[in-house]
């Protein structure tokens, strides 16, 4: 079982050396790294180049994107299997070798993953060390994505490695030119073809709270595009049963979100446009927790808000999925 690490990279000289030295150091050997430079203005690329590695290969393009710099490793990748990687994180030795059991485990899989560690930046103490928990890693298999991102987002970017055939036959996997949701696209869309398996375990290391980072800071007013293409599908498309009643309830979880960032922003009336959207969610608490928001006082809405907030950032050290 051959992987193929796929690592896009722009800008991330401090970091790539690092990143590097976690995927030959897996104890599954059995794989080949690409780094797609996507344009890199820095030392990255040279970096790479000078990688004493045979199994590492360097592949380059012009600026367009981290989901073009991702399908292009797709197109080159010769393993059966395509790990993805972003060029700041990094890889637990026993990373590669716990996908393999994770397939071998439940081989109708196309998609498996590990759980991410979210670990503060650190230059210091970098790359990071964390102790598993003992004993063997419990393999959770998902048939229904969207019901199950509802108790928690699961696979990351970062963690999650797809069978070549299945990427190859979904190709552009990763939509060109959108910063929000576009791993996500394509988990959804491979859920909706075949099981995933996850062994929930902590594997891979994400930098929390990294300047430029492409998954912070994002803010938007209307839903992403891939949340779009979601509700289109289970409207129009090939979902039926309770795979569609879960992804049209996954959506409308999302519209709520969006009904209070507008609270937030002092504007009610995308507030209640939000809510009545998401009526397919009014027997659920938080429609009407929201409801109820948009009669307070937007200064209490904002307290409110922040309050989230730092109780989100001084909450105990989480091991698990990336937030989506």
């Given at each position: ?5 796929v690592?896009?990279?722009?800008n ?13 150091a ?11 430079d996507?344009?890199s ?5 040279a ?6 590695d ?5 592949v380059r393009?012009t ?5 073009a710099?991702?399908n292009?490793?797709i ?8 790990a993805?990687?972003?060029?700041d994180d990094?890889?637990h ?19 498996v ?16 060390a964390?102790?598993l928990?003992p004993?063997?890693a ?9 019901s199950?991102?509802?108790?928690g987002p ?6 999650t ?19 929000q ?9 491979l ?12 594997l891979a ?8 980072s492409?998954?912070?800071g994002?803010h ?25 009643h879960?992804?049209l ?10 009904a209070?960032?507008s ?13 009545w959207?998401?009526?397919?969610t009014?027997a ?15 200064s209490?809405?904002?307290a409110?808000?922040?309050w989230?907030e ?12 990336r937030?989506?």
């Amino acid at each position: 079982m051959k992987f193929s690490v796929v690592i896009p990279l722009f800008n991330k000289a401090p970091f790539i050396a690092c990143t590097l030295a976690s995927v030959r150091a897996q104890h599954w050997t059995d794989f080949e790294v690409i780094v797609v430079d996507d344009g890199s203005t820095d030392e990255g690329p040279a970096i790479v180049a000078a990688t004493a590695d045979a199994r590492v290969r360097l592949v380059r393009q012009t600026n367009a994107g981290v989901s073009a710099a991702r399908n292009r490793g797709i197109a080159e990748a010769r393993g059966e299997w395509v790990a993805f990687l972003d060029a700041d994180d990094w890889l637990h030795p026993n990373y590669l070798a716990t996908l393999v059991q994770v397939q071998e485990a439940c081989p109708e899989a196309d998609t498996v993953a590990t759980d991410l560690a979210f670990i503060p930046h650190d230059e210091q103490h970098w790359p990071p060390a964390w102790t598993l928990p003992p004993g063997p890693a419990s393999i959770e298999v998902i048939t229904c994505l969207p019901s199950r991102w509802m108790q928690g987002p699961t696979l990351s970017s970062s963690s999650t490695a797809v069978r070549r055939t299945r990427l190859l036959g979904l190709q552009p996997c990763f939509p060109v030119g959108e910063t929000q949701g576009e791993d996500l696209d394509l988990w959804f869309r491979l859920s909706e073809l075949a099981p995933i398996a996850m062994a929930h375990v902590p594997l891979a290391a994400y930098r929390v709270e990294l300047a430029g980072s492409l998954s912070s800071g994002h803010h938007v007013h209307e839903l992403p595009p891939f949340l779009q293409r979601l509700r289109e599908r289970a409207l129009h498309g090939p979902l039926r049963g309770k795979r569609r009643h879960a992804t049209l309830v996954l959506v409308a979880q999302h519209e709520l979100t969006h009904a209070r960032l507008s609270i937030a922003a002092d504007q009610r009336l995308a507030a209640w446009r939000w809510l009545w959207r998401a009526r397919l969610t009014l027997a659920h608490r938080r429609w009407w927790g929201t409801a109820l928001l948009c009669l307070l006082p937007a200064s209490w809405s904002r307290a409110l808000q922040r309050w989230r907030e730092q109780r989100s950032r001084h909450a105990p050290h989480l091991v698990g999925p990336r937030q989506a």
